[in-house]
């Protein structure tokens, strides 16, 4: 249940993204908003607030499948904001003030790719999500984080099946990079679980819209929402966005609390339900937006099929959305290796 400031926080964001959602869209994200700079520290112009606050934004830019990198960015700022609270953080928080201020936007590179040498980052990462808009990169190489400006990168847009969000291959050539004290492994399940929150609010979407396209489609006399076998399917797609939602968030509480501002007692645990949580709540919401999705466009008949119709977006972002960071094969492999079952 969202605190009273994260409720007002929520319909700040659902508001704005009812009424906002074109070319401007990111201007006032940032400057009126601010929300790029949730989870950044005061002292480097964010509000200093954490990782729940950014899951409350990214559920609701989720909804209206917003056209903007803010969950890339919004988690660059949380990550490096994890080097430390003061100014005197490492070099890599220098990039703070830009993100807060919406002025420079972050994507993240995983994978095995790039190796770094006396400082300097080589290999050329693909499907780089939010790539395309990026000026910062935050890369893994090895177990470790570095965080590289788009200028000292070669970017090459890439065409996506999803066109509501960029991607890109990035090519390091010797890049200069700093280092970013927070582990990779956690920030690739933090942007695990931020994926599964924005599929939760997506799906979430999707039920409410067919449910009212539903109640007003009349056929045979009556409305065909009081048709049996369809209340039957979305009764069922209820149960299933509701059990999206709750592991999302249960994944978010795991980690906020596995944070460096958390006591040090619960870190580590949480930090052990993060290594299982972020994975499993990608796939399983993931998994459901896929479902909604596609029972959005059977449930609406023909305009469901219709490129006038917005269902044809939430069925492609569901998909990319299955596909990044671990397609469902793999997440449920690392689940299982990480919660000790194989």
Known sequence: ???PEQAALREAVRDFC????GPGAWDRLTGELGLTGLAVPECYGGSGAGLAEVAVAVEETGRVLLPAPYLSTALAG????????????GAAAGFLPGIASGALRAAFVFGDSVQVTDGRLAGVARHVLDGAEAGLFVVRAGEALFAVRAADAVVTP???????????TVEFHGAPCARVGCPAGRAEDLLRVLLAVESAGAAAHCLDVTVGYLKTRVQFGRPIGT??????????LAVEVTS????????????????????ASAVSAAAAELAVLGPLAKRHCADVFWHAAAEMIQLHGGIGFTWEHEAHRYL???????????????????????????
Do not use: I, N, W
């Open 227 to 236: 048709f049996q076998a369809l209340r039957h399917r979305c009764a069922d």
């Open 18 to 21: 009812r009424k906002q959602s």
């Open 78 to 89: 949380a990550v490096l904001g994890e080097d430390g609270g003061e100014p005197a953080g």
């Open 244 to 263: 999206a939602r709750s592991t999302a968030y249960a994944a978010v509480r795991a980690a906020v609390s596995s944070s460096t501002g958390s006591p």
């Open 158 to 168: 890439a065409g996506t099946l999803d066109e509501t969000r960029s991607q890109a």
């Open 1 to 3: 249940m969202d605190t």
């Open 316 to 342: 492609k972002r569901a998909k990319t959305s299955q596909l990044l960071h671990g397609t469902p094969a793999e997440l449920r492999r690392l689940v299982s290796q990480r919660a000790g079952l194989s």
